[in-house]
């Protein structure tokens, strides 16, 4: 025991006691609040597109452009509104600062008035040779558009931009042109436009109930949905944890090899308490990402929890579904499972290797192995019935990220039971195979080749004497 402890020791200070391990540990918060960031910073910092309209009917076509284009602004905040609704639930205070929000114009386009509608005198502005006086000083020319109607029925718009890639705002007038010609279409025959628009605002209502429970009980609430969503988030983080811990072993099992200290600690210690120190020593790092990013995540719970209570929102309700027992209690043991297979098999095969490079070889059906539960997750937020996302959560190597997705899904316990049995029978057996073929990669008894050789059908035939 006291060799696996001096092992895993010095396994978990080899990590934290270096740079790269706390800029890791601070990269995972920073690329979240980074990507949450980011697209608003992107779209803040969208240079503003000046442009020029010229409706060569009179003004008709493009009353109407304008018109459609802000009926279909409505349409996306009312569908926006829906969503916000569909997973806070239909709060009056939240939906009152989200209609606030919603008024915000930033789309990036303003119109502006050239003093000419001739194209021969706004193509220096559009090519940059000339600039436009505005609010925010000489501006080039994003775009000149032309709408025409040559014959009843036909309207043309002709759209003239050097910016090859930003077509945004080509497609809102072109859709909005589209509406208003589809709406003149039925007026022209007989239909009353107030009918047109009556009908547009019919929306039925949609209740969502459980026939497990009765009345009022039967509805469905937001928090319901939520273990849900923490399942699928708890399987990727699982899956980014354990790959990201089973290459550390990996990189540092072939740097050993290959500079001999491997060598220097079988003279003191045994194969498998080396190979039970390191993975004991490299949960201790994982442990201590996970402590550390949970604690920045109750941290960030509570500060949203202020902000949902003051919103009259079930805040308490919400996180105790997202902190519920029955979940993350199997995804501790399926974290801890899957990391020992894993573990186990990465530790074997980097016994086996000398480099890198030669770890590649070995590393792709393994990689194949890892890869199919992200694709089998993704299936099973949509359909956690399905026949094969049942049958692979059966498989061992894949239970421990497939059953966190189908577990508040209600599934069986003998399914659960079952698959849970399995995938510890499996582990069991994979590291004591893992055990010996590290044994024997630490002893230079086998090799990448020796591997391969396993897989090969017959051989060589010897020469004809």
Same mark, same amino acid.
Not at 4 to 11: F, K, M, P, S
Not at 341 to 362: N, P
């Given at each position: 025991?006291?060799?696996?402890?001096?092992?895993?020791?010095?396994?978990?200070?080899?990590?934290?006691?270096?740079?790269? &391990?706390?800029?890791?540990?601070?990269?995972?918060?920073?690329?979240?609040?980074? *990507?949450?960031?980011?697209?608003?910073?992107?779209?803040?910092?969208?240079?503003?597109?000046?442009?020029?309209?010229?409706?060569?009917?009179?003004?008709?076509?493009?009353?109407?452009?304008?018109?459609?284009?802000?009926?279909?602004?409505?349409?996306?905040?009312?569908?926006?509104?829906?969503?916000?609704?569909?997973?806070?639930?239909?709060?009056?205070?939240?939906?009152?600062?989200? #209609?606030?929000?919603?008024?915000?114009?930033?789309?990036?386009?303003?119109?502006?008035?050239?003093?000419?509608?001739?194209?021969?005198?706004?193509?220096?502005?559009?090519?940059?040779?000339?600039?436009?006086?505005?609010?925010?000083?000489?501006?080039?020319?994003?775009?000149?558009?032309?709408?025409?109607?040559?014959?009843?029925?036909?309207?043309?718009?002709?759209?003239?931009?050097?910016?090859?890639?930003?077509?945004?705002?080509?497609?809102?007038?072109?859709?909005?042109?589209?509406?208003?010609?589809?709406?003149?279409?039925?007026?022209?025959? *007989?239909?009353?436009?107030?009918?047109?628009?009556?009908?547009?605002?019919l929306e039925p209502v949609v209740r969502e109930l459980n026939p497990e429970r009765t009345d009022e009980a039967a509805e469905v609430t937001e928090s319901e949905r939520l273990p849900i969503v923490m399942g699928v988030a708890t399987a990727f983080g699982l899956w980014i944890v354990i790959f990201s811990v089973v290459n550390m072993l990996l990189t540092a099992m072939i740097e050993e090899k290959g500079n001999k200290v491997l060598e220097m600690m079988l003279a003191s210690a045994r194969h498998h308490e080396i190979l039970t120190g390191k993975l004991?020593?490299?949960?201790?790092?994982?442990?201590?990402?996970?402590?550390?990013? *949970?604690?920045?995540?109750?941290?960030? *719970?509570?500060?949203?929890?202020?902000?949902?209570?003051?919103?009259?929102?079930?805040?308490?309700?919400?996180?105790?579904?997202?902190?519920?027992?029955?979940?993350?209690?199997?995804?501790?043991?399926?974290?801890?499972?899957?990391?020992?297979?894993?573990?186990?098999? &990465?530790?074997?095969?980097?016994?086996?290797?000398?480099?890198?490079?030669?770890?590649?070889?070995?590393?792709?059906?393994?990689?194949?192995?890892?890869?199919?539960?992200?694709?089998?997750?993704?299936?099973?937020? #949509?359909?956690?019935?399905?026949?094969?996302?049942?049958?692979?959560?059966?498989?061992?190597?894949?239970?421990?990220?497939?059953?966190?997705?189908?577990?508040?899904?209600?599934?069986?316990?003998?399914?659960?039971?079952?698959?849970?049995?399995?995938?510890?029978?499996?582990?069991?057996?994979?590291?004591?195979?893992?055990?010996?073929? &590290?044994?024997?990669?630490?002893?230079?008894?086998?090799?990448? #080749?020796?591997?391969?050789?396993? &897989?090969?059908?017959?051989?060589?035939?010897?020469?004809?004497?």
């Amino acid at each position: 025991m006291r060799n696996i402890y001096l092992i895993a020791r010095r396994e978990f200070l080899s990590y934290v006691a270096t740079w790269g &391990f706390w800029l890791s540990l601070l990269s995972v918060p920073l690329f979240m609040a980074l *990507g949450f960031g980011m697209p608003i910073l992107i779209e803040n910092s969208q240079p503003t597109r000046y442009y020029v309209l010229v409706d060569e009917t009179g003004g008709r076509l493009e009353e109407a452009v304008f018109e459609q284009i802000d009926r279909s602004r409505e349409d996306q905040a009312e569908q926006a509104r829906e969503a916000a609704r569909e997973i806070l639930g239909d709060n009056p205070q939240l939906g009152e600062a989200f #209609d606030n929000s919603m008024q915000l114009d930033n789309d990036g386009y303003i119109r502006v008035e050239a003093g000419t509608t001739d194209l021969n005198e706004l193509r220096p502005y559009l090519t940059g040779d000339a600039e436009l006086e505005t609010a925010d000083g000489p501006q080039p020319l994003f775009a000149a558009i032309f709408l025409s109607e040559p014959v009843p029925g036909r309207v043309e718009m002709a759209y003239w931009s050097t910016n090859l890639t930003d077509r945004d705002l080509r497609r809102d007038i072109r859709d909005a042109l589209r509406d208003y010609m589809h709406l003149r279409h039925l007026v022209e025959n *007989g239909v009353d436009p107030a009918l047109i628009e009556a009908a547009e605002d019919l929306e039925p209502v949609v209740r969502e109930l459980n026939p497990e429970r009765t009345d009022e009980a039967a509805e469905v609430t937001e928090s319901e949905r939520l273990p849900i969503v923490m399942g699928v988030a708890t399987a990727f983080g699982l899956w980014i944890v354990i790959f990201s811990v089973v290459n550390m072993l990996l990189t540092a099992m072939i740097e050993e090899k290959g500079n001999k200290v491997l060598e220097m600690m079988l003279a003191s210690a045994r194969h498998h308490e080396i190979l039970t120190g390191k993975l004991l020593g490299v949960a201790a790092v994982s442990a201590t990402l996970l402590i550390f990013w *949970g604690g920045l995540a109750s941290i960030g *719970g509570l500060a949203i929890q202020q902000l949902m209570a003051a919103a009259d929102i079930p805040a308490a309700e919400i996180l105790a579904a997202l902190f519920d027992p029955a979940l993350l209690g199997p995804a501790i043991g399926y974290f801890i499972v899957g990391y020992l297979m894993y573990g186990a098999v &990465f530790l074997a095969i980097g016994s086996l290797c000398e480099t890198i490079q030669d770890a590649q070889t070995l590393m792709s059906p393994m990689m194949l192995v890892m890869m199919m539960p992200l694709f089998l997750v993704m299936m099973a937020i #949509d359909a956690p019935d399905s026949p094969i996302v049942a049958i692979a959560s059966w498989i061992p190597l894949w239970t421990p990220f497939i059953m966190l997705v189908r577990l508040p899904q209600d599934i069986g316990m003998i399914e659960i039971i079952g698959s849970t049995l399995g995938m510890v029978v499996t582990a069991m057996i994979v590291i004591w195979g893992a055990g010996v073929l &590290f044994r024997m990669g630490a002893l230079n008894q086998a090799n990448q #080749d020796t591997v391969k050789s396993w &897989f090969q059908f017959g051989g060589k035939k010897k020469a004809a004497g």
